[in-house]
């Protein structure tokens, strides 16, 4: 089951939001996010809700990758692209931050001549590491629900995370993977210079697969709460807008 929510204002900008990770005590399923945010340009805008959400009420984060046999980046993509033709959106821009920033990644990877606003995204699931003493809770949790698969019979309390255990579905858990090739996508890399790993560890490991290309790939940088935190209104809101100049697609103000 994908959920989704549509808000058609008439726009030729069709913007798509993804959540990152849910703290199921707080926030049930399905999850729409940014919509405050969103509403206050006259865009037109869709919201997608993991849909790996509902296989366990324990599971906070598994990227929108989907499972064995069914691949929701391209089938968002899929539903993306008739949505802004039924609409009559001649753009599509795709923002989230963190997990949803490497969903809006991972789907702009499928759709030529869109435009992603990522947040302090991971760029590649395998390097990603959170704060406190257990690290890869979210990558074990993630197996153990999503890809049992992949745990190959091994005892998850002691898998070996260094190892490259995912290099068989690597077009589902690697932008840098995906970027590697050819894209006809813009990507606006919103960075908290205080967010050391996201900082230092993902940033470049994209800019790397995408290369010097001012076209293709921009950085704007910021220095928000230390640590992994979503960016607040006002850097979300200076991030949309500096996409819209650099990429050239209309962000009307509501209240215009």
């Known amino acids: 089951m994908l959920d989704s929510l ?23 399923v399905p999850r729409f996010e940014r919509l405050r945010s969103l509403t206050k340009y006259r865009v037109n805008s869709l919201y997608f809700s993991d849909p790996s959400l509902h296989i366990d009420p324990s599971l906070e984060l598994s990227w929108f990758t989907g499972w064995k046999g069914v ?31 490497f969903a809006a990644l991972m789907v702009g990877s499928y759709i030529p001549d869109s435009v992603v606003i990522t947040y302090s995204p991971q760029v590649d699931i ?52 995906r970027y590697r090739q050819p894209r006809d996508t813009q990507i606006l890399f919103v960075s908290n210079t205080r967010d050391t790993h996201h900082h230092q560890v993902h940033l470049p490991a994209l800019r790397e697969a995408l290369g010097d290309d001012p076209h293709r790939f921009q950085l704007l940088s910021y220095a928000g709460p230390a640590g992994h935190h979503p960016p607040g209104p006002t850097e979300f809101e200076r991030g949309l807008e500096r996409a819209a100049q650099w990429a050239g697609f209309d962000l009307p103000s509501a209240g215009h």
């Open 126 to 177: 395998r390097l990603y590491e959170a704060a406190g003493k257990y690290p890869h809770a979210a990558k074990r949790s993630y197996i153990r629900h999503v890809w049992p698969e992949l745990a190959r019979g091994q005892d998850l309390a002691k898998f070996d995370f260094a190892q490259k255990w995912d290099e068989s579905i690597e077009e589902r858990t690697s932008a840098v993977a």
């Open 6 to 28: 549509l808000v058609n204002r008439g726009s030729r900008t069709l913007m798509v939001s993804f959540h990152g990770a849910l703290d199921r005590k707080r926030y049930s």
């Open 71 to 101: 691949n929701v980046h391209r089938d968002m993509a899929t539903w993306i692209a008739v949505t802004a033709e039924a609409l009559g959106s001649d753009r599509v821009v795709l923002t989230g931050s963190s997990g949803g920033g």
